[in-house]
């Protein structure tokens, strides 16, 4: 069975869970660990990432905790699951 790495979503959502392949995010745990100062597993644990924070580490790049544009979320989203996409295609 696949590992998985889980989404982070608000208190109130009513969907079901959500996860991606660990082996899309596993590449980048260094960056994880940059932006939120915890290991894949520890994160995966506490209940993962928001696809914005998650599109972050999966970019290598530094996350800005600022306020989110809440209309921009599902663009995060879509931008998370064209990277697993691509994972895969070039793999």
């Known amino acids: ?9 608000e208190p109130n959502y009513k969907g ?16 994880a660990y ?5 290991s894949l597993k ?8 928001s ?7 999966l970019r290598d790049r ?6 989110g544009n809440k209309f921009a979320d599902i663009q995060y989203e879509f931008a998370v699951l064209r990277m697993v996409r691509d994972f895969y295609t070039e793999n």
């Open 1 to 9: 069975m696949r590992k998985l790495f889980p989404v982070l979503h």
């Open 16 to 31: 079901k869970e959500e996860f991606i392949p660990w082996e899309v995010i596993e590449p980048h745990e260094r960056q």
């Open 34 to 38: 940059i932006n939120h100062g915890q």
């Open 42 to 49: 520890r994160l995966a644990s506490r209940g993962g990432l």
């Open 51 to 57: 696809y914005r924070e998650m599109l972050a580490v």
């Open 62 to 67: 530094g996350f800005d905790y600022g306020n």
